[in-house]
């Protein structure tokens, strides 16, 4: 039970379900947690008008028992004040909700606030089944119970609740004629995209934020990841890099002392005493990646926990020197490692998803700043086999189309997606980094982090995330203008 490796845009919270660095890593997206509120500017989160509804959602859109029939309160939200009406055929943006309660989207998601007013768009924003206010059999009690409730649980259903949900406002708003576009991140940015090959008529192009589908099936090197997250503060700074890479065997050396612990529980003003070094590793490792994956502006946690590690006085011994870099990045108000932790829905949740359908392989390689440890499928396996009862399946791309070869797919099956992708974050390896076709298109930044170009924009962002954004808004205006005018010679 201990930190997860996160992928969500938002972020990710600070429980952990079932995975340690140093039992197995099963990856993980993310949602908001407070500790991020923390990390962001307050003027990047945007006010937003959002109205919420709910829909009557099917519970399982492929099968024809009894069961299937059941239904639960979908929820969703609509911004309508940038919207030209459907008289106009306006456009519609919708929000692909992920491994997270819908609650913050709207203040979160800026890039949508921001944009909307110039494409005249009604801003959806759905939330994923099982998560937030969507949990069918009326509890998260009952929904999470046992096999044959949490089997609902998966992607397929998730887009196939979103093609309802977008057929069902578009027919409440008469708006027949208005395009729409979908648009996520991370996970939420895989959904986009896979809704935009299962579903093209509802939808004339996806926009992917840092969507990393080429993660799954072995086709990005599993060590990755975590060669990025080295990378980063390598590049950051080459003696906090050497200071973070020698700690491990550090902090093995202390432990294997008699009253090693306590002496590691001081050094590091744990909430309860370790007795063991591994919660403490899992938890520097957690605070590294995800300084790596949240790279951003204004507070670049990477460059802050460096500055913090290098910054302590030249006699401190290693140890200090780690924990003056938590401190930098998250402060000394309160104790950090070691304190206790709730499972929250996104832990459980992600977890049963990546346990079911996502494998998406991360091991350790052994030139980084971390102890090697190689992806094992066989004990991740296990390991849900041991949690959930299931061993994880193909993803429904691969029975669908015959193998997750998905470039191949995608440029077969696909047209009009943006994936974006910024460098720093580890999750962008396994990325779309290249054009696939003239309407699959990456793009990509060398300093960005995971979901940074769809955040709000602010006065003090530097001029290659401003240009990303405004290649993104300019390919989605290519795409509004050719819907345009084919639906022009359709009448
Ligand atoms: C939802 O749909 C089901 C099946 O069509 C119906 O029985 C139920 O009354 C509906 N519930 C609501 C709240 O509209
Ligand atoms: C799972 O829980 C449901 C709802 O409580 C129950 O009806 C069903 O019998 C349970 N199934 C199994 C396999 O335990
Ligand atoms: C380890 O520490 C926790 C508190 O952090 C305690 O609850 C648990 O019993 C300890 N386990 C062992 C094996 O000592
Ligand atoms: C280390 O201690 C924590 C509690 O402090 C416990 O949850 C965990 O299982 C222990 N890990 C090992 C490898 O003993
Ligand atoms: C907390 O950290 C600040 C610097 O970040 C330092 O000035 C202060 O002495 C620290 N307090 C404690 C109790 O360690
Ligand atoms: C765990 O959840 C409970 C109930 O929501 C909350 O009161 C408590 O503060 C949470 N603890 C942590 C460590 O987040
Ligand atoms: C990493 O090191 C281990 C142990 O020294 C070795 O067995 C393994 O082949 C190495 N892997 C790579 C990719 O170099
Ligand atoms: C993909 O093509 C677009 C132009 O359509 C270009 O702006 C972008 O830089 C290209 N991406 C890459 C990774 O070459
Ligand atoms: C990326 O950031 C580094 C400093 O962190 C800077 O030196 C470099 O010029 C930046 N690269 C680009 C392309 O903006």
Redesign the pocket.
């Given at each position: 039970m201990e930190h997860p490796l996160l992928l969500l845009c938002t972020f990710l919270i600070f429980s952990t379900y079932l995975t340690t660095t140093h039992s197995l890593t099963i990856p993980r997206l993310s949602p908001i947690s407070e500790w991020e509120k923390t990390l962001q500017d307050p003027t990047t989160f945007v006010a937003s008008d959002a109205k919420e509804f709910?829909y009557?959602q099917?519970l399982d859109h492929f099968n024809y028992r009894p069961e299937s029939?059941?239904?639960f309160?979908q929820r969703y939200l609509i911004d309508f004040k940038y919207w030209g009406g459907a008289d106009s055929s306006a456009p519609i943006f919708a929000y692909l909700g992920a491994e997270e309660a819908l609650d913050n989207a709207p203040s979160n998601i800026g890039f949508l606030t921001d944009n909307a007013a110039s494409f005249n768009a009604l801003l959806v924003y759905i939330e994923h089944r099982y998560y937030g206010k969507s949990i069918p059999f009326g509890s998260r009690e009952e929904a999470f119970k046992n096999a044959s409730t949490i089997g609902y649980f998966n992607s397929a259903q998730a887009i196939a609740d979103y093609a309802e949900v977008l057929i069902h406002i578009k027919k409440t708003l008469h708006a027949k004629k208005s395009p729409i576009i979908v648009l996520g991140g991370s996970y939420g940015g895989m959904l986009a995209t896979w809704f935009r090959l299962k579903y093209p008529h509802l939808t004339i192009g996806a926009l992917a934020s840092s969507a990393p589908i080429l993660y799954f099936d072995y086709i990005t090197p599993p060590n990755s990841y975590y060669d990025v997250v080295t990378r980063d503060f390598r590049e950051a700074s080459e003696t906090c890099y050497e200071t973070i890479r020698k700690s491990w065997s550090e902090i093995d050396r202390v432990a294997s002392q008699p009253n090693g612990l306590s002496i590691l529980s001081h050094i590091f003003n744990t909430c309860n005493p370790l007795n063991n070094s591994s919660s403490l590793k899992d938890y520097l490792y957690f605070l590294y990646t995800i300084a790596a994956q949240y790279n951003r502006p204004p507070r670049y946690p990477v460059s802050e926990i460096c500055s913090g590690i290098d910054g302590a006085s030249s006699e401190s011994n290693i140890l200090s020197k780690i924990y003056a870099g938590l401190v930098a990045y998250r402060g000394n108000t309160t104790c950090r490692v070691n304190g206790p932790s709730n499972v929250s829905e996104t832990n459980f949740g992600w977890t049963w998803q990546t346990c079911s359908e996502f494998v998406i392989p991360i091991g350790i390689g052994n030139n980084t700043m971390f102890e090697p440890k190689p992806f094992s499928l066989k004990l991740y396996a296990n390991e849900c086999k041991k949690h959930f009862g299931v061993l994880p399946r193909p993803h429904w791309i691969t029975t669908y189309y015959g193998g997750y070869d998905i470039k191949l797919v995608l440029k077969r099956f696909g047209s009009n997606i943006i994936f974006s992708n910024g460098l720093k974050d580890p999750y962008s390896s396994g990325g779309v980094l290249d054009n696939i076709s003239e309407n699959l298109i990456a793009l990509h930044t060398v300093n960005g982090s995971h979901c940074l170009d769809i955040l709000a924009e602010n006065k003090k962002d530097p001029e290659w995330l401003v240009e990303q954004r405004k290649k993104e808004v300019e390919i989605m205006k290519g795409w509004i203008s050719q819907y345009y005018s084919d639906f022009g010679a359709f009448k």
């Open positions: 709910y009557n099917t029939y059941t239904t309160q």
